[in-house]
């Protein structure tokens, strides 16, 4: 496949998450976080699973580190727990968690691998969930100091930092709807779970410019089509996409909330908007992290509650998760930020993947010609965007290894690399060869 309007230097990645590969959750002086504490209740993750070994990352990093190397990978986004650093997310810095981060940091560096850390991926310190978690604004300072004290130490050798994680999903799912942790139910009580994590980039960017670093964030962002072109459908589509995409994008691009009145609130987001905070959440990025997996269809509701209902996507191929595979929504998508945010910045794909149901066969591999024909369908969708004008950057697949799905446990596959849950051994899948050749040869034509 030529991609031919990708850059020469365009970054080839892979990206993960501290609690959905790490494992070793009490070790070396690590604080619990929502996610320990969640997994541990019953009936909140498929089968019980839970992160407490997850990929035994922490303790096999080195060999995951070489798997990078044999992809041949020149970016790796990996998020850092923030309560390995602090453990209970503020005060005393524990050595240990940051030597971790710090060995990881170097052993990328040794590759050719750029580390691109993520402050923030959905495990907060339950120290800090304890005092209300992100509807505590407090919350956002306790973030910066964070960033403070990882930036000091890493900063010398991490040019490239991503704060916030799917700010979106970590409110909906965590605060509004309680599928993931904290697990708490408070349907639109919770939108001030998208100020204050938005409020904690704002001052963790001022923190890492202080020193010089470039910031991005990583939002999960889909386009939104109404199922019919009815006044009604439209309205429910628009609705969605100001929770989903706007609530999130607008602050940063345009410095003010869109019109929330589809959710019962005003500007100020239930009382949470201060002076001054916006200034601080729409200093400019260095570049927006995109995550993609599939558009969405929006209908009007059959009953009351929300002001939208989820339609089917049909006549496509799904995901072993369900997902529809629609990769044109990559460059629809791209192409539809480009216009509506006229300073959009240079923009990085921060995931995109899919679960496909891997087996290792008896000869040893993992035929995933489906996780094949999606990221090559993805791959030319952000090519015709670049031609389209929108700058594209890199491209980092979710994920390196089958991990911690969430909510899902160990049974939803998205890895490059299939491991076995039971024992560890990781066996890379054809996937992981066709990325690899996939780099080697854009890499090849780049140098000619
Ligand atoms: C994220 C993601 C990852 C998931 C992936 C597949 O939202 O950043 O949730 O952590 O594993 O998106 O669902």
Same mark, same amino acid.
């Given at each position: 496949m030529t991609l031919n309007h990708l850059p020469a230097d365009f970054v080839w990645g892979a990206s993960t998450a501290a609690y959905q590969i790490e494992g070793a959750t009490k070790e070396d002086g690590r604080g619990p976080s929502v996610w320990d504490t969640f997994t541990a209740?019953?009936?909140?993750v498929r089968d019980g699973h839970t992160g407490d070994v997850a990929c035994d990352h922490y303790h096999r990093y080195e060999e995951d580190l070489g798997l990078m190397a044999e992809a041949g990978l020149t970016g790796y986004r990996f998020s850092i727990a923030w309560s390995r650093v602090l453990p209970t997310g503020r005060g005393e810095v524990n050595p240990k968690g940051l030597d971790f981060y710090d060995r990881l940091v170097d052993g990328l560096l040794e590759r050719g691998v750029e580390p691109f850390p993520? +402050?923030?991926?959905?495990? +907060?310190p339950q120290g800090l969930e304890d005092d209300g978690g992100w509807l505590n604004r407090d919350t956002a300072y306790r973030f910066a100091e964070y960033t403070a004290v990882v930036a000091a130490r890493l900063g010398d050798r991490v040019r490239n930092w991503i704060t916030l994680n799917e700010p979106f999903i970590h409110m909906a799912w965590g605060y509004g709807l309680g599928t993931h942790a904290p697990g708490r139910a408070l349907l639109f009580d919770c939108l001030p779970v998208a100020h204050h994590q938005l409020l904690g980039h704002g001052l963790a960017l001022r923190e890492l410019r202080s020193l010089g670093l470039r910031v991005m964030m990583a939002n999960n962002c889909t386009p939104v089509r109404p199922a019919s072109p009815s006044a009604a459908d439209r309205a429910a589509a628009e609705a969605y996409d100001i929770l989903h995409n706007r609530l999130f994008a607008d602050p940063i691009f345009t410095g003010a909330y869109p019109d929330l009145s589809a959710y019962g609130a005003d500007a100020t987001l239930g009382g949470s908007v201060r002076d001054g905070d916006l200034d601080l959440i729409s200093a400019p990025l260095d570049a927006l992290g995109v995550n993609y997996y599939n558009p969405t269809r929006i209908q009007a509701p059959a009953a009351g509650g929300l002001p939208f209902e989820e339609a089917p996507i049909e006549g496509v191929r799904h995901t072993a998760f369900g997902w529809p595979v629609v990769p044109d929504g990559l460059r629809e998508l791209l192409v539809l930020l480009k216009e509506r945010y006229p300073a959009l910045p240079p923009v990085h794909i921060t995931e995109n993947g899919c679960s496909v149901d891997d087996v290792v066969t008896a000869d040893g591999t993992v035929p995933d010609t489906d996780r094949i024909d999606y990221l090559d369908g993805h791959l030319r969708a952000v090519d015709a965007a670049v031609a389209q004008g929108v700058d594209v950057r890199g491209y980092f697949t979710w994920t390196l290894m089958d991990n911690f799905e969430w909510a899902e446990g160990f049974h939803q596959r998205f890895g490059l690399v299939h491991v076995d849950h039971e024992t560890q051994v990781r066996t890379p899948k054809a996937s992981f060869a066709w990325y690899r050749d996939l780099i080697r040869e854009h890499r090849a034509n780049a140098e000619r």
């Open positions: 209740r019953p009936g909140t993520t +402050l923030f991926h959905w495990d +907060l």
